[in-house]
RNA sequence: GCCCCCAUCGUCUAGUGGCCUAGGACAUAGCCCUCUCAAGGCUAAAACCGGGGUUCGAGUCCCCGUGGGGGCACCA
């Protein structure tokens, strides 16, 4: 369609009024690419003219995120550039000054009206168009500068055109036509001064020399108006792409602020803040979002940025509204995990340990567990409750859980004590070593080798499931095995006792 | 209500008029592997919203329905 030879300028423009959204984080990456991969630039502008929802802090979890992914910015208001400054609110002056320029061509009026009186029915079904209503819109210059300049309080609106139509084009879905007839006079310019998205998105990115404007379907109702703006400013306009909305996972509307925090009650989370803590690599989470609304062919699916970066193309984006899937997230973390270095992955899920208690002072016992570990992992945060007893200086398994299917305390006490014995006189004690014995000993007490197995993780995991038992022999040691097969026998001969 | 967008398995999607008996992935089920759990391998079930056209031929193009989504602020 319309795949970029030359650098493109991109922008992604959010504005600071609460968490950031997955959706967000996919437009950003979107844009992200088509920089990259063109050699272009990729600018961070905050869209923070209504002061009233502002959200202190929201921008600082917002940079901290796009961080996190790896979607670094080459312009923005942390690290300037030479189109700034990268705040609208600092830029008022700019926006003041192309809008008297429409107001003096006659495209844009100064509006008295005390409130928005047209707008005022119950319900949009019933509302007016406020040009219909209007006195301001056939003032001369003059009467409005002077009511203006006694202090009178007022918006800047454009002044549509009743007759006719309007053509824009998305480069994915086309031209989009619609008749003037049903816009309206929109405000341009708050009565604060400030102005509003419209009129500013369209001075920024011209100012900017943004290349492609990559934003969300949401924008589709408005974008009309964008292209009148355009016109009467007389600039040419970037290519637009408008990826549709992320859908609930049930596919039915897109999120509300109720339906996130449901989701946080199951321990999900459509907020780019809280997938670190969740155990997701952002390697993951790129992978995911790139492919909601993007493919590349009907077979890859496993994606690093770096081979976004180059696969990525605009032709390939689809129009139509997708549902958020979390399993496939789990699926792709799990393909990420797989794909790192072990010593990667150890380094990684350290804190984990840390945050649910754990001291991790050797590193090579970390190594040996993030190796041990790495097939078997969902989400990172899964490390302490699946390793955590290798931290542990003295664990204490259920006691019921030593005596095996089927087994009398007797015989599994018989059993332990046969184990113990093995391993303590093996010359040396690895896999290779203890393996063959142990099953071989199973044999001989008519027991089935998961017994053996079944007893050992018991008592030296406390778990009914872990890792390879002896894998997590070694790394646990036999000093430390025999110690707690020593106290599981003791265990065992009390229930002995009982009986 | 008005305006706009969209429409292939439950979900994300491939498909750009014949390569489609519609391909892949997630999830689901079964089997294999196996000391538990995973990972891995194999298999199964699962879709072109409906109706009209256009064409020798339509999932693919057009129209109309229907369905879904978005918007209708001095919010972005």
């Not at 992604?12 to 959204?21: C, E, I, W």
């Not at 203006?148 to 007022?154: I, N, Q």
């Not at 007839?181 to 011209?206: C, E, F, Q």
Request: aromatic share 10%; with cysteine; hydrophobic share 35%.
């Amino acid at each position: 369609m319309t795949q970029p030879s030359q650098p493109a300028r991109v922008r992604f423009a959010p504005s600071p009024t609460g968490r950031t959204h997955l959706g967000s984080g996919r437009t950003a990456l979107y844009n992200y690419l088509l920089a990259r991969q063109t050699g272009g630039q990729f600018i961070l502008r905050i869209e923070d003219t209504d002061q009233k929802r502002y959200v202190p802090g929201a921008e600082e979890e917002l940079m901290e995120s796009l961080r996190w992914l790896g979607l670094d910015w080459d312009e923005g208001p942390d690290v300037g550039g030479p189109y700034g400054p990268y705040r609208q609110t600092e830029r008022k002056s700019i926006y003041q000054k192309y809008a008297r320029q429409l107001i003096e061509n006659g495209q844009a009026y100064y509006c008295f009206c005390p409130t928005t009186k047209a707008e005022e029915a119950e319900s949009p079904q019933q509302r007016r168009q406020h040009r219909e209503l209007c006195p301001g819109r056939d003032l001369t210059l003059n009467e409005a500068d002077a009511r203006r300049s006694s202090g009178e309080e007022h918006v800047i609106r454009f002044r549509m055109p009743f007759e006719g139509s309007i053509t824009v084009s998305d480069a994915m879905r086309g031209d989009i036509s619609v008749e003037n007839s049903t816009l309206d006079d929109y405000i341009l310019v708050k009565s604060n001064g400030l102005p509003v998205y419209h009129l500013a998105v369209v001075i920024d990115d011209h100012l900017m020399e943004i290349t492609h404007a990559i934003r969300t379907s949401e924008w589709l109702p408005t974008f009309p108006l964008h292209g009148h703006i355009y016109n009467a400013l007389g600039w040419d306009q970037p290519i637009w792409v408008h990826p549709s909305i992320f859908l609930k996972p049930d596919g039915k509307g897109k999120m509300s602020k109720r339906d996130s925090e449901a989701l946080l009650e199951e321990g999900k989370s459509i907020f780019l803040g809280d997938f670190k803590d969740m155990g997701y690599l952002p390697e993951a989470v790129v992978n995911w979002m790139a492919l909601i609304g993007w493919s590349y062919d009907d077979k890859t699916e496993f994606f690093t940025l770096e081979n976004l970066i180059e696969k990525f193309s605009l032709e390939k984006l689809s129009p139509a509204p997708a549902a958020i899937n979390f399993s496939k997230l789990d699926h792709f973390n799990g393909l990420h995990i797989r794909e790192l270095d072990s010593t990667d992955l150890a380094k990684r899920i350290k804190p984990y340990f840390e945050v649910a208690g754990y001291t991790v002072d050797d590193e090579d016992k970390l190594q040996q567990i993030a190796e041990t570990l790495q097939v078997r992992m969902a989400t990172l945060d899964e490390a302490p409750e699946k390793a955590g007893f290798f931290f542990k200086d003295e664990i204490h398994p259920e006691p019921e859980s030593l005596i095996g299917k089927k087994m009398t305390a007797f015989a599994s006490l018989e059993m332990a004590t046969r184990i113990y014995e093995l391993i303590a006189a093996l010359p040396d004690f690895s896999e290779e070593t203890a393996n063959q014995p142990l099953r071989d000993l199973a044999v001989e007490l008519g027991l089935k080798a998961g017994h053996v197995f079944g007893f050992l993780r018991n008592a030296i995991t406390t778990q009914k499931v872990s890792p390879p038992i002896f894998e997590t022999m070694t790394i646990v040691g036999r000093e430390k095995v025999l110690e707690r097969i020593e106290n599981a026998i003791a265990t065992l001969e009390k229930l002995t006792q009982n009986d």
